[in-house]
């Protein structure tokens, strides 16, 4: 194969691409559109069209689509070809500016949560000229919005894109009070840790719960789990290893900058991290990311599992999005430099992010709420629902010193001696990294750990985008026409540490005591189920905000309520189906037949020799029976409980009830077929195993 510089971004019709097809005058024009935000002329469509048509057909592509992000939270696409009827009974190859720029999928077949009745069906996709159009299955992607008819976002791409005008617009008026006229524009950057599971497929292909959820209603744990800690960051495994390499090629042809791979603590658990891009771009990314990981590993007789949890007791899957804050001239608003104690502008910055953390916690938990995520939060590595922040030792010590108007000594990074002559010294960071901290501050970015593994990014930068952009407002609005500005902004800063240091927390997000305090004294939100969060996102405060940046209209939030909540409960429905299914058809035949055949072998026994007390297989029966019996009813009442709750009452009502009384029936029933499993000998277990799953990829 070529070497990787020359087929990086081979399928991407990218900025080298556009100069090397489009002539000087087309290029300039789309780049203003692209930087500047400046309105695209029809006659520039026409020609992008055209070359990027003529580009895709050389790369064997014979369809185009445009490719958008519905609330379903995956990506869909409507297939047509490039081919219309020319006179003489062939085909010519067309693809015109306005093909390019709008589509028409059916809007009312998608979640629109009351935005759009059925009978209502003309959406549009619009094209999104800052995310490069790629090549995926001999068909040519365009990224796109997706809209209503009456202009309602229907998308994550929309309200993504509103998020980063609004905080480009106030962090310039920031920027504009240090003195700096030069920047034009303020972008937000991710970059992210897709955490994920890799199993057998033919074992896959046996757990029903598996294949219809994505993660394992049943499952006694193995002998062996993450015990020994000699997974994470292990040799990678020959198989995987071979996964890992077709992905790595896969991704980069389309420009994704894939570059660290290792083994995660779980066994079959790894992680692939991706390089910073602008937000959107790193949105489209990782939803191709994920659908790429998929393809390929069922090339490789694996299925890649995206849940959150889709092992009890070991790690579950989170993502964890690295968000930063940069200029136009390519300045990170978030890099405290030699002396960040004298750094003003970022400790302004700073301070706005600890306002926007502590201001809208909620709406960060809100971001986040999926029935998978719910099962991992708080546990095995990942955050607690409780949203705070790590700043370190050096930056708390520095906020600390500036709230009491006290001098800053300063913390000395120093050097790490290993004790042997032949290792280098190296400097030591002057704050340790805290793996517990929902929101953690790493050097020039902060890591918001809470993004389960199969969300979108989308909603998690929505939040953190509009909440800085507000902290940011009311920063500007204080600071500008002040008198003395340098006196306004020193008693802005400290006013600021002063209100919401609350949020601040360095130590164990795992610890009971934390949680403690953190509700009860602190006075922060704990919300631990996505029916306990998403309400709140109607929470006036909230509206307020969201749609006086412009992000969010009432309805379209009124929306996203509904949907996140609506499909809380058909997650559930669907799980709960499968476990009275799992449990009716597989599980209770099971059972009965090891403890037929043990009895049999007790009266056998018997016949041969009275005397025999046969108390092993007697205590067997027993317990087997009785575990059936438990295992009937525990499927019967969770029939009963899905009959009774499917469609009662609102969404929101729906949601608590599942929460309440659902959930902790399918707990109750699990609890008892995993003790069966225990007990039961493996030959009768109707599907593969905990440790078959685990452990089965070499």
Not at 26 to 44: F, K, M, P, W
Not at 287 to 303: C, N, P, S, Y
Not at 540 to 561: F, P
């Amino acid at each position: 194969m070529a070497a990787l510089p020359e087929y990086f971004g081979s399928l991407v019709f990218d900025d080298r691409v556009m100069k090397a097809n489009l002539s000087a005058e087309v290029y300039q024009s789309l780049r203003r559109t692209i930087d500047e935000d400046a309105r695209l002329d029809i006659g520039v469509a026409n020609a992008v069209a055209s070359a990027m048509r003529d580009w895709a057909v050389a790369h064997g592509a014979t369809h185009f689509t445009h490719w958008f992000q519905p609330l379903t939270g995956v990506t869909a696409e409507k297939h047509d070809s490039f081919i219309s009827p020319a006179p003489d009974g062939g085909v010519i190859m067309e693809f015109s500016g306005k093909e390019l720029i709008r589509g028409e999928p059916d809007a009312s077949s998608f979640p629109s949560g009351g935005l759009r009745a059925t009978f209502e069906a003309r959406g549009y996709t619009a094209w999104d000229p800052t995310s490069y159009a790629f090549i995926k299955d001999r068909t040519l992607c365009i990224p796109t919005a997706f809209c209503g008819y009456n202009g309602e976002a229907l998308d994550k791409k929309t309200p993504l894109l509103r998020s980063m005008e609004a905080l480009n617009r106030q962090a310039l008026r920031i920027l504009r009070l240090f003195g700096n006229t030069e920047v034009k524009r303020v972008s937000t950057a991710a970059g992210l840790e897709q955490e994920y599971f890799l199993v057998d497929a033919k074992l896959w292909e046996q757990r029903r719960d598996l294949r219809f959820t994505g993660r394992t209603l049943f499952g006694a744990r193995p002998p062996k789990g993450q015990e020994m800690d000699d997974h994470y960051f292990g040799t990678i495994k020959p198989r995987v290893a071979a996964y890992m390499e077709d992905l790595n090629q896969e991704l980069w042809k389309l420009g994704i900058l894939a570059k660290t791979q290792h083994n995660e603590v779980a066994p079959a658990q790894h992680e692939l991290a991706l390089i910073y891009s602008t937000t959107n771009v790193s949105t489209d990314h990782n939803q191709l990311t994920m659908e790429i990981m998929q393809k390929v590993a069922a090339r490789h007789g694996l299925v890649c599992l995206l849940h959150e949890k889709p092992f009890e007791g070991v790690n579950g899957s989170g993502k964890h999005n690295n968000w930063s804050l940069s200029t136009d001239a390519g300045v990170n608003l978030l890099s405290p430099g030699e002396t960040p104690y004298e750094n003003a502008q970022f400790l302004l910055f700073l301070c706005a992010v600890i306002q926007a953390v502590d201001d809208f916690q909620d709406l960060l938990r809100i971001s986040v709420a999926t029935a998978g995520n719910d099962h991992r939060l708080g546990a095995n590595e990942a955050p607690p629902a409780v949203v705070s922040m790590f700043l370190g030792e050096e930056l708390t010590a520095i906020l600390d010193a500036i709230e009491h108007d006290a001098p800053y000594t300063g913390v000395k990074a120093g050097k790490v001696k290993l004790g042997a002559d032949v290792l280098p010294r190296f400097r030591r960071d002057t704050t340790d990294r805290n793996r517990t901290s929902p929101f953690a501050f790493t050097g020039n970015k902060f890591e918001f750990r809470m993004v389960g593994s199969s969300d979108s990014i989308a909603c998690a930068n929505i939040m953190l985008n509009a909440a800085m952009a507000e902290s940011l407002k009311r920063f500007a609005d204080q600071l500008e026409g002040t008198g003395d500005f340098e006196s306004a902004l020193q008693g802005l800063i400290r006013d600021t540490i002063r209100d919401h240091k609350r949020i601040i927390f360095n130590g164990n997000g795992y610890d009971a005591a934390w949680i403690k305090e953190a509700v009860e004294q602190r006075g922060l939100m704990n919300y631990p189920s996505t029916p306990d969060c998403v309400p709140h996102l109607l929470d006036q405060k909230n509206v307020d905000m969201l749609t006086s940046h412009g992000v969010y209209t009432k309805a379209e939030l009124v929306s996203r309520c509904e949907v996140t909540l609506d499909n809380y409960c058909k997650t559930i429905f669907i799980e709960a189906r499968t476990m009275a299914d799992m449990a009716r058809t597989e599980i209770l035949p099971a059972i009965q037949a090891f403890a037929a055949d043990t009895a049999r072998a007790a009266a056998g026994k018997k016949a041969l020799s009275p005397s025999c007390a046969c108390a092993y297989e007697m205590a067997l029966v027993e317990k087997l029976s009785g575990l059936t019996d438990q295992i009937d009813t525990g499927t019967a009442e969770l029939e009963r409980l899905v009959e009774e709750l499917a469609g009662a009452g609102d969404i929101r009502t729906e949601s608590e009830r599942i929460r309440d009384r659902v959930l902790p029936q399918m707990e109750r029933l699990r609890r008892a077929c995993d003790e069966a499993e225990t007990v039961t000998a493996k030959k009768y277990w109707p599907f593969p195993n905990y440790g078959d799953l685990l452990f089965s990829v070499r």
